[in-house]
Each structure stands twice: as C-alpha cells, then as structure tokens.
C-alpha cells in the first residue's frame, strides 16, 4: 500500500526475534534463526493476495464497465463500495481465487524442491548471493565479535542511505504534502543526454545500493554477461530500431522507465521469451546426465525418505504436476470456450520451463529473472481465435522469480544444517498466518479510508497505471508474439552457447538471458560493484579477508536498509491513519 516491504519484514523480524532470545538469556541456534528468515520472507510473500482482490474490485469498478466481468473476478458496483469483504459476493471471489492460490503454493513449493534435488544435490550450482543470507543468520545467531562489528558498520551505513534516499521523501510528503528527494530513486536517469547524442538510447546509473552490493559478491563473467546484453537491447538496439521504423512509439523526452516499458512492449519480449526459453534448456541439453541423475534417484527411491528429514524428489514432482493439473482444470471450467491448450501451456508447461530458468538464474547469477508478458500474448492468440475475454479474468498464476529465491532459501537451510520437512511446515505455516493477517491488515485499512487514495500512495499511483495498461491489453491495442522475434531470441543465444562452450569463453549464457530485461541503470552499477569488488577492496583489505568478510558487509548494509525503510513506513502509515481518523 505503501511501499515494498518484503525486506524490510524479513529483516526487522528475525532481528527482532534474536534480540528478543539473547535478553531472555536462551539464544536461539543457527537452525532456528533461519526458520524465523525463511519463515518471515515466506509470510512478506503472501501479504498481496487480499490486497489483488481489492485491485480487481477496484479494475472492474473504474475501467471495465464495458464489458462483462466475471461475478468470480470482482463484486458488482454497489458491494465494492461497501468497503467491507463480508460479504456473500465476495465470498465468491476469494472462493475461486483462494483456491488458485493454495493449488499454486503447492506447485510452487513442489517444484522448488525438484529443483533443489536437481541444482543443488546433483549439478551443485554456487547461488553466490545465498551467502549473504547465510551470514545473516551467522552473525545474528553466533555474535562472532569481529563478523558482528562489520556488520554493524555495515547496517549503520545503509541505515543512514535508506533515511535519505526512502524514509525521508516518505516523511515530507506526509507531514508537508510534497516529497523532499535528497537522492534520485532508482536511478539517475541520463535519457535526457543521450537523446542529444543518440535518440532512443537509453542510459543511467542505478542509486539502489542493493545493485552495487550485488556486484561485490558476483562473478565477473556474469556481471559483464548481464550488462552485455542490457546495452545490447537498451543501449543500441533502441536507436536501430528507432531508425528503422521499427518503433514508432518513441517520444523525445521519454525517461529510462519509458524507454525500457515501451521498447519490451512493442519490439523485445518475443526476443526475450525466446532467449530464456534457451537459457532454461541448453544446459540440461549439454549435461543431460543431470536429469538423468535426478530421475533415476527418483525411481530408486521411490516415495521413501532418503535420510530423516528428507522428502522424496518423487513426491516433490508429484506436488507440481497434481497442483498445475487441478489449477488448469479449474481455468477451463471458469472459462470453457477459450483453447484448453492456451490453459495447458499457462499452467503446466510454462511453470516448469520459467522455474528451471529462475532456478539456474538464482543459481548462476543470483538474480532471479523475470521474463515479461508470455500471459499477455498468448491470452490475445487465443481471444482472436475465440472471441472469448473470459481468459483475461482467470487467475492464472506463473511461477514468476518466487522459485529462483525458494531454490536459495532450501540452499541456506542445507547450509545451516536445517531439514527439508522443517522447511516445508514453516512454509505452510507462513501461508495461513501471512493469509490471515493479511486479511485483518487490508480490511482495517479499507475501513479507514477507500483505496486507492491519498492514504494509500501507491495504490492511487500504480492502480490507474496498471488498470489503463490491462484496458489496452483487453482492447487488443497491443500484439506481442513476433514469431520471427521469438525464434530469433532462442537461435542466438543457442549460437552463442554453443561458441562458449567450443572455444571456453567465459560467458553466462543466463546472464545474457536475464540481461535483457535488465535496466540498464541497474546493470551498470552492478559492473560499478564488481570492477569496486575485484579491483579496489580486494586490494585494500587483502583477498584473504575481503573473501572471508564481503558477504557480512552486504549483508549488514541490506539490514540498515529494511530496518530504516520498514522504520519510515511504519512512520509514514501512522502519520496518515491519523489525518485519514480525524474524519
């Protein structure tokens, strides 16, 4: 409602969790502290759900008046302005969409742990930034007295950047109607030079800390990689297309935002598709012992425990294609003349395919990459074939970048000792308490004000922006699925793959796939990090200790940084439920 806080929550709750054992004279042990994480970041997870119903409510009421909305997808007029979920119209649709939701965390949790079995047991990828969570819980739970002091530093510095960059802006626009911006957030947008020099160009330097901490822990090969190709689309490819006609949708002035948004909507996301598409299968193409491996452990083992603690890769596989093939069936019932193969693909196939590719991405790189708008374009294929917009309101849930983090997650808790069953009872019970709570925070909230507004910033902000968008999308003003485009992506990455492979050229072909739908800012900034990383600090502290500490010192500023955002909010929230009371 009014800032990202999924950080912030993690952070702030074992924190506080930690704190609270040491003064009570029982610290907890490393496993434990990591549950309060895991747990705490699984919760943050869920906390959008009743909050995607009041969207819907909120799309329907404003923007599709139109058309026919679905009584499954938002009340009518007169109950969403009831403010209230107690309701028998709504029970409909939290019925329908709760439903989705558990048959998706369930595929979701099934699939992570495949994926676990398959990256981690068997191909043993490095997921380089899990060390930073690892010594989170390290030094939080052991009080190692030089790790803990670095740390402390650390926060203290990141603390002091996010009141300037976050907290700061938040408070004066609450306390004086206008944000006070001490530093650009999240970037220092360039367009405006390089337009002068080369229109359609696309430059700036990303001021999110959390980029440049990145780039102190990654490969090299895999920060170049990843700016490779973000200034391969962004940087020169815009202006080739621009001066081609290709995009006619540029407008001087246009912003990094605008530039990104408009050129992934109108020329790369078929190239983008099919680049991760690549990405996720060439390597088990090139090493397919891998599934193999995994397939054959899954036969002999069967549905057995392989050690106590443990869960069958099996059932794990089992989880996912139960949960997506109950999840597409209930999708062709809420829309029954759409093409079933569309539902398929969106539910079954396309999950898999993005939670091996976020997976090795999380593995590789340490980012989870998104890939944009497969949903979009294929829901326009099958409404020109049908007429049908129904499609449009289904819930449809992707695995998005949740399963690339989980993998990491499931990766901490191996490193710090902790079992597998635990894993997955903390993960249930964050889901219900995340649910629950959620519910009681949202309803709250909407009866203290209607949402969007003025309370709400980022609701009143991104509601309209996103509805305006989806408007578009059901209009059928935009068309995405250039097969040439599509092909293209795949071909060239498969080509560059292969080359890496002959000649041993150092290249993260997930990396590039990821890359390009990075912004450009962001990707910069991450080389910023690196080049600091392996050329500066290296050097000063000596490689022995910077090895050994950098983690802790990225872990300490992500910790400044969510406490101090997660303090401003907080602050901020007060400040406008007492404005909002008054009346």
């Not at 409404?383 to 499931?410: E, H, K, R």
């Not at 590039?512 to 050329?535: H, Q, S, V, W």
Request: charged share 10%; proline share 6%.
């Amino acid at each position: 409602l009014t800032t990202n806080s999924i950080l912030s929550i993690t952070y702030v709750t074992v924190l506080l969790f930690t704190e609270i054992a040491i003064l009570s004279g029982k610290p907890l042990t490393r496993q434990e502290t990591y549950m309060i994480w895991m747990v705490g970041g699984i919760f943050a997870t869920g906390e959008q759900f009743f909050i995607s119903l009041l969207y819907n409510g909120y799309l329907a009421s404003t923007h599709l008046m139109e058309y026919s909305v679905p009584i499954w997808f938002a009340p009518p007029l007169k109950i969403w302005s009831n403010r209230t979920f107690f309701n028998e119209q709504w029970s409909i649709v939290i019925s329908v969409y709760l439903l989705s939701f558990v048959l998706y965390k369930i595929a979701d949790l099934g699939i992570s742990l495949f994926c676990r079995e398959l990256y981690i047991k068997q191909e043993k990828l490095p997921f380089p930034l899990a060390e930073i969570d690892l010594q989170t819980v390290l030094t939080l739970t052991d009080r190692e007295k030089t790790r803990m002091n670095i740390f402390s530093v650390s926060a203290i510095l990141g603390f002091i950047f996010a009141f300037l960059a976050y907290d700061f802006p938040m408070i004066t626009q609450a306390t004086l109607g206008s944000p006070i911006v001490a530093i650009p957030i999240p970037w220092v947008d360039l367009n405006y030079y390089m337009e002068l020099v080369v229109p359609g160009s696309s430059f700036g330097i990303s001021t999110s800390p959390m980029s440049f901490a990145s780039g102190l822990i990654l490969p090299l090969n895999v920060i170049v990689s990843i700016l490779a190709a973000s200034a391969a689309l962004y940087l020169i490819g815009n202006p080739i297309m621009l001066k081609m006609g290709v995009w006619r949708q540029w407008l001087p002035g246009m912003n990094v935002a605008d530039c990104l948004t408009q050129s992934v909507l109108h020329i790369w996301a078929p190239l983008i598709i099919g680049a991760s598409i690549a990405a996720a299968i060439l390597p088990l193409v090139r090493r397919p012992g891998l599934l193999v491996r995994t397939f054959k452990s899954m036969r002999k083992v069967g549905f057995r425990q392989t050690e106590p603690g443990e869960i069958s890769p099996l059932l794990s596989l089992i989880m996912f294609f139960a949960s997506t093939v109950l999840l597409c069936a209930l999708q062709i019932m809420l829309a029954p003349r759409f093409p079933f193969w569309i539902f398929v693909f969106f539910s079954i196939i396309w999950p898999f395919l993005l939670a091996l590719y976020t997976s090795r991405g999380v593995g590789e790189t340490g980012f989870s990459f998104a890939v944009p708008y497969v949903r979009e374009g294929l829901t326009i294929a099958g409404t020109a074939m049908t007429g049908d917009l129904s499609a449009w309101f289904v819930p449809v849930y992707f695995p998005s970048a949740y399963n690339g983090n989980a993998v990491q997650w499931i990766k901490v808790g191996d490193m710090v000792g902790n079992k597998i069953t635990s894993y997955i009872k903390g993960y249930f019970f964050a889901l219900a308490v995340g649910l629950i709570m959620n519910f009681i925070y949202v309803q709250i909230f909407w009866w203290m004000s209607t949402i969007p507004s003025y309370i709400f910033p980022a609701t009143q902000i991104y509601w309209p922006l996103n509805a305006s968008y989806f408007k578009l999308w059901i209009s059928g003003a935009f068309t995405i699925m250039n097969p040439t485009f599509l092909t293209s992506g795949a071909v060239v990455i498969t080509i560059i793959y292969i080359v890496s492979e002959l000649l041993h050229i150092p290249i993260s072909i997930i990396g590039l796939a990821g890359g390009l739908f990075t912004p450009i800012p962001d990707a910069f900034t991450l080389l910023l990090g690196g080049l600091m990383g392996n050329f500066v600090f290296r050097r000063v502290f000596g490689a022995t200790w910077w090895q050994k500490y950098r983690a802790v010192i990225v872990a300490g500023l992500y910790a400044g940084l969510a406490i101090s955002v997660g303090i401003g909010a907080g602050f901020t929230v007060i400040l406008r439920s007492m404005w909002a009371m008054r009346y």
